[in-house]
Structures are given as structure tokens and as C-alpha cells.
T-cell receptor
Framework: KQEVTQIPAALSVPEGENLVLNCSFT??????LQWFRQDPGKGLTSLLL?????REQTSGRLNASLDKSSGRSTLYIAASQPGDSATYLCAVRPKAGPTQGGSEKLVFGKGTKLTVNP | NAGVMQNPRHLVRRRGQEARLRCSPM?????VYWYRQLPEEGLKFMVY????????ESGMPKERFSAEFPKEGPSILRIQQVVRGDSAAYFC?????????FGSGTRLTVV
């Protein structure tokens, strides 16, 4: 059974700091991995999607890496800003089978709550 | 492109009442998913639907919960005889084979 763990559960940093959020998963048979941002009382915003064949994806100040063999992904945020304060969720899309595409169920971690202080 | 639309945003029900949550997927998306987020918990998969078909309902509680995605109109998640433990945020997502797009969720409070 796939399980996703995110460490730390909460993180508070001063503005301008570079930071890393961690995600680990127990089964390396994944189709892709997606990082989301959730603001309080709001929905999920997709940040980065990494296919299982990829090692990393970048978007602006965000960089996500994937090491499937070790079951790890990191989200790197450069030059953090107060507007980055949110909960960051990691979600794995397992493989449906050895010769099939992705399962339709995402497995989520509980998230890392990030606070960037001005 | 309005994205995934969910309504209502907030819903308050008394114990024993019915709750109906609606989700309109992104234009061109025919796959709809419902997830539930309990307080201090991660999102948990509930059900995956395509038009007029339930594909996977392995995450749905066996009783009181049902979902549909009719040929016309939004997908509906229906909870009968709600209990306090049903209080949660319910998110809908849609896709067309690639990444998922989530709606803003419906926050259900059972009093």
C-alpha cells in the first residue's frame, strides 16, 4: 500500500531564505508525482508535475526533484516571500499495473505548512 | 476557462439531514474525482467517475454516501443522514489523462 510522508509538518522561515520541503513514498512504482499548494480555506493549486521518467521540474523560483529508487521528492523554493506562506502537498499517482498507465487515485501526504515571515 | 467549479463553498447541515455537493469539471474533462480532507489529515480518495459511470468507488464509505456524474449537468456527491464525523472539506478534481485540476472545495459542517 502506497504511503506518502511529508517532513517537516510545519516550517517557519524569514523572508529571502531558500528552503527545501521533503516528500517520501513507500512504493517506487509511481506514474508521476505532483506538488500542490493549498491556501487556508481554499482549493489546491498545482505547482509542478514530475513524470516517473523525469528527475526534476522547474517553474520560476520552484524546483522539484524526484528520486524514484529512493522514494523521495524535494520541493526547493528559492528566495522565499511572505506570499509563499501556504500548505504544500505532495501527491503520488501510483502505477495501475506493470504494463499500464497511472492509477486514477492520487495518494497525498499530510502537507507541510510553510510560514514566511517578513 | 472557469476551471473546476464546486458549490456550495460552505454547507451547514444538522445531523440526519442530507448534503448534496456539486462539481462541474473543467471544459473538455470527462474524468471526475472526489476527495475528502478531514481536519489535520491529508486528502483521501473517495470515488472516480466518468460520464454516467462509476469507475472506482473504493474510497467511498459503504453506507450513506453516493456519487453520480450524469450525461448532462454536474457531478453530485450525496451524503444521506449526515453525522458529525462527516464534517470535512470535500474536493472535486477533473482531468483528461494528464495532471489533475482541483476545485476550491465544499466545507461541510454538521451541527
Amino acid at each position: 500500500k502506497q504511503e506518502v510522508t511529508q517532513i517537516p509538518a510545519a516550517l517557519s522561515v524569514p523572508e529571502g531564505e531558500n528552503l527545501v520541503l521533503n516528500c517520501s513514498f513507500t512504493d517506487s512504482a509511481i506514474y508521476n508525482l505532483q506538488w500542490f499548494r493549498q491556501d487556508p480555506g481554499k482549493g489546491l493549486t498545482s505547482l509542478l508535475l514530475i513524470q516517473s521518467s523525469q528527475r526534476e521540474q522547474t517553474s520560476g523560483r520552484l524546483n522539484a526533484s524526484l528520486d524514484k529508487s529512493s522514494g523521495r521528492s524535494t520541493l526547493y523554493i528559492a528566495a522565499s516571500q511572505p506570499g509563499d506562506s501556504a500548505t504544500y502537498l505532495c501527491a503520488v499517482r501510483p502505477k495501475a499495473g506493470p504494463t499500464q498507465g497511472g492509477s486514477e487515485k492520487l495518494v497525498f501526504g499530510k502537507g507541510t505548512k510553510l510560514t514566511v515571515n517578513p | 476557462n472557469a476551471g473546476v467549479m464546486q458549490n456550495p463553498r460552505h454547507l451547514v447541515r444538522r445531523r440526519g439531514q442530507e448534503a448534496r455537493l456539486r462539481c462541474s469539471p473543467m471544459k473538455g474533462h470527462s474524468h471526475v474525482y472526489w476527495y475528502r480532507q478531514l481536519p489535520e489529515e491529508g486528502l483521501k480518495f473517495m470515488v472516480y467517475l466518468q460520464k454516467e459511470n462509476i469507475i472506482d468507488e473504493s474510497g467511498m464509505p459503504k453506507e450513506r454516501f453516493s456519487a453520480e456524474f450524469p450525461k448532462e449537468g454536474p457531478s453530485i456527491l450525496r451524503i444521506q443522514q449526515v453525522v458529525r464525523g462527516d464534517s470535512a472539506a470535500y474536493f472535486c478534481a477533473s482531468s483528461q489523462g494528464g495532471g489533475y485540476t482541483f476545485g476550491s472545495g465544499t466545507r461541510l459542517t454538521v451541527v
